[in-house]
């Protein structure tokens, strides 16, 4: 019994022995584990900051002295990570070998091998998407012709392919793809930024990173009500009755009678040929047609005061060079000719039928009701103080293509003051090489209607027109500019246009946000930059959001069936979206609904830089022709298309609105494993 007891005892504590070696492995294990996590999380560090494989491996030596290893019990390296899910992971080994001396007396090993593995995923931070092609069944972004993408703060996304083919480039840290292919890039287009080590390629789905953007449904939601905005209606003039025709010419006794007719009287200066009307203050005085006499000046009422009323009802003409002084008060008239030099003071002016201006014509503040509208001759200088205008459309067509309008200026310059109220129902009309200023300050408001030729305004080869800002801008109407023709826009909170936007000429668009129902063309049937008040302009802006809702296209010419465009030698194109507000880094908006309108930029010259997003989500963007935009200094350029295609030119995108789907970047790494 004693030696079995003593074999027993002896069997135990070998059996105890044995399970303290073993166990020591475990702990072993334990500490090796916790040494790998330490590692790998270290050199995800590193490798997030530098990307360089040398630098996580320091950072992975570093762990293994301070915690008593030798550098060949610790290895890491890069490889997938094992969560599937595209992002690689920082996987490090640490290996060591404790001595056993109990295990060979039963015939094992004598080195008890302990490892233990990490991985820290290199996770990214989601980097903004400046350059999306959405539609899954076209071609996606596609590069020809030279063209050079500079990305390199932010990912070019692809729901379809990416085409790089050689000669052309990208610049960027990441390319998603959701073809069947990866990106084509036969001569290795597609490169990391400097200081990135590789760009990161991945297939995956983009979403549209503005689709639920507050910013972009309240802007376009204002479509429909564009759309179904009218002009002003017409003023509604009767022509007054009653009174005598009276000349002021040389048969002086039918004339003084014809005055004191109208209860008024009249003298006449035969060394200066000079007639004087007087009337009593606050008086009402009528009269059928009034006219002058050639060689003669006429002082109509020149101490009348503001109460005074002149009843017309046939024609007031001055149909020579002569000179008519009217004094202030009310104007009610059947029709008015002009030329010579005519001054009117302040008050109301209400014509029944044709207003038509020759000469020299000035007037001054005051109310102006005009229910046939205002039309302007050749070499004509006309002048209006501030006030309202209610005009309605002449009875014949201004030029050859402008159809009938309210304003119909063929002089020479027609100057409106301000801040002025502006109610046309038939648009405005400006013949080539006439100059016409509507409006001063900042408080004006236009209300343009459509003219019988569709357009709010039609501006002819060589017009300059100018509109002062505005807390009102709604035009029902067409915008249609020539070539050489110059046209700047007020700035204004919102600017509602139910038509298109087609100019051939310089245009100055005023801040604000453009809010057009058709489309936006520039140069599509030829023209291109003018110097305009002393600068060269095709078209610029500054805090400016286009939001267009496609319901037209051109039917032709350089810019068929785009929602916007900028045309082949069209140059000069400079605009800025807003830094703040409801639309901040918004440019240019198009279609969302129906209309797979989408966006063109073909043109050849040079100086045009677009800053802000541009925004089809429904219609392509097409850059090409050496179009180089996006490369002014603070500019961002984010481009969200059906598809995108870019050649012969650069642009140099970066994100403005801070959202994206996809991308690449240093992040917080993560422990998965």
């Known amino acids: 019994m004693a030696i079995m007891g003593s074999a027993i005892l002896i069997f135990l504590i070998g059996m105890t022995a044995l399970v303290a070696e073993f166990g020591h492995g475990l702990v072993t294990r334990v500490e090796n584990q916790r040494v790998a996590d330490l590692a790998a999380y270290a050199g995800a560090l590193a490798y997030n900051a530098s990307s360089s494989t040398p630098t996580m491996e320091a950072a992975i030596a570093q762990v293994a ?16 990570s094992p969560r599937g899910n595209g992002n690689q992971a920082v996987t490090v080994s640490v290996t060591r070998t404790n001595l056993l001396l109990l295990a060979p007396v039963l015939g094992s090993s004598a080195n008890l091998v302990v490892g233990a593995r990490a991985w820290a995923e290199i996770a990214t931070e989601t ?65 990391a930024p400097a200081g990135t080590a590789s760009v990161s390629i991945k ?14 449904a309240s802007a376009t939601s204002r479509l429909a009500t564009v759309a179904a905005q009218t002009g002003p209606s017409a003023p509604s003039v009767t022509a007054p009755s009653g009174g005598s025709d009276i000349e002021f010419g040389w ?25 004087t009307l007087t009337c009593q203050p606050g008086s009402t005085a009528r009269f059928g047609n009034v006219s002058l006499g050639g060689g003669i000046k006429l002082d109509f009422n020149p101490g009348g005061v503001a109460s005074n009323v002149y009843e017309i009802g046939g024609a007031l003409t001055n149909a020579s060079s002569g000179t008519i002084t009217f004094g202030p008060g009310t104007y009610k008239i059947g029709s008015l000719s002009l030329t010579g030099t005519n001054t009117f003071g302040d008050g109301s002016v209400v014509v029944a ?15 102006f009701t005009f229910a046939r509208g205002l039309t302007t001759g050749g070499g004509s200088t006309v002048t209006f103080g501030a006030g309202t205008f209610h005009f309605g459309a002449g009875t014949s067509a201004c030029t050859w293509n402008s159809g009938t309008v309210s304003i119909c200026h063929t002089g020479t310059t027609l100057t409106f003051g301000g801040p002025s109220t502006f109610k046309l129902s038939a648009g405005i009309a400006v013949n080539g090489g006439a100059t016409l200023t509507m409006g001063s300050g900042s408080t004006n408001s236009y209300d343009i209607g459509a003219g019988s030729a569709g357009y709010a305004f039609i501006l002819g080869g060589g017009s300059f027109t100018k509109l002062a800002d505005a807390n009102l801008f709604k035009v ?17 909170g919102q600017h509602d246009i139910k038509g298109f936007v087609a100019t ?36 610029t802006g500054a805090g400016v959001t286009l939001v267009i809702g496609g319901s037209s296209t051109p039917s032709g010419g350089n810019c068929s069936g785009q929602a916007f465009c900028v045309a082949a030698g069209y140059s000069r194109v400079a605009l800025t979206a807003p830094t703040t507000g409801a639309t901040a880094n918004l440019a240019v908006v198009g279609p969302t609904g129906g209309s797979r309108a989408g966006a063109s930029f073909t043109q050849g010259g040079s100086g045009t830089s677009l800053s802000g997003a541009l925004y089809f989500p429904k219609g392509p963007i097409t850059l090409s022709g050496g179009a180089s935009i996006g490369d002014g200094s603070g500019q961002c350029l984010q481009i969200i298309g059906s598809l995108i295609s870019l050649s ?26």
């Open 65 to 80: 002295a301070l915690n008593g290893l030798e550098s060949t019990e610790v290895r890491g390296w890069v490889e997938a």
């Open 127 to 191: 980097a903004a998407a400046c350059i999306v092609a959405l539609d899954t069944a076209g071609s996606g972004v596609t590069l020809s012709g030279g063209t050079a993408v500079s990305a390199p703060k932010c990912s070019v996304n692809s729901n379809a392919a990416v085409t790089v083919p050689c000669g052309t480039s990208i610049t960027t840290k990441t390319v998603t793809y959701n073809s069947s292919s990866a990106p084509s890039q036969p001569c290795s287009g597609i490169k």
């Open 203 to 216: 297939k995956t789905v983009t979403t549209d990173p503005l689709a639920s953007s507050p910013a972009v």
């Open 251 to 275: 048969d002086q006794s039918t004339t003084q009678q014809r005055a004191a007719a109208a209860g008024c009287s009249a003298s006449f200066a035969s060394g200066s040929n000079i007639w």
């Open 353 to 367: 039928g044709n207003a038509a201006f020759s000469g020299t014509v000035r007037f001054g503040n005051g109310t």
């Open 476 to 492: 029902s109407g067409n915008i249609d500019s020539g070539g050489g023709s110059c046209f700047a826009m007020p700035a204004s």
């Open 504 to 539: 051939g000429g310089g245009t100055i668009l005023g801040a604000g946000v453009y809010t057009v129902s058709g489309y936006v063309a520039l140069g599509g049937n030829g023209g291109g930059s003018v110097t305009c008040w002393g600068n060269s302009v095709g078209m």
């Open 648 to 673: 012969g030119g650069t642009a140099a995108a970066s994100e403005c609105l801070g959202s994206g789907s996809s991308g690449g970047g240093a992040g917080t790494p993560v422990l998965v494993q």
